[in-house]
């Protein structure tokens, strides 16, 4: 295991595995992979689900539903915090991009998003959902 990196060294915040200045980490490294998410164990905002994996000394636990109006999600490029609702809606539009700066975000991310978040597979809100059909 290596020690977390953060983008000075020292920014508790912020943790992954050999982060550049826009939050890339070694697993995801595209231009558009510009987008750290916090899970609701943590206090830190993650480049991945694979970093905390790798460095967190605990499971990663998906943000509960009732948390989506609450900042999860961090831009990489303008350090903008948005709510889990208003991520979640901009992973839903075909070019998906941050609502301050419009750097795009990559459209591959919704298909991690129950990893992150309390969502069917679907990426909509488990509320929104049969319980029966849930995963």
């Given at each position: ?10 920014d508790p ?74 991520y979640l ?47």
């Amino acid at each position: 295991m290596t020690a977390p990196d953060s983008l000075d060294g020292t920014d508790p915040l912020l943790r992954g595995v050999g982060l550049d200045a826009q939050t890339r980490c070694a697993h995801y490294a595209t231009a558009r992979d510009v987008v750290a998410l916090r899970f609701a164990c943590c206090s830190a905002y993650w480049s991945c689900h694979r970093c905390h994996a790798e460095l967190a000394d605990h499971p990663a636990m998906p943000v509960p539903a009732g948390d989506f109006d609450r900042p999860h999600v961090l831009c990489g490029v303008c350090r903008t915090e948005l709510s889990v609702t208003a991520y979640l809606a901009l992973e839903a539009a075909a070019d998906p991009a941050c609502p301050a700066c419009g750097a795009p975000f990559n459209p591959g991310c919704a298909a991690h998003a129950p990893l992150y978040f309390d969502v069917p597979a679907s990426g909509s809100p488990a509320g929104d959902a049969d319980p029966a059909t849930r995963p």
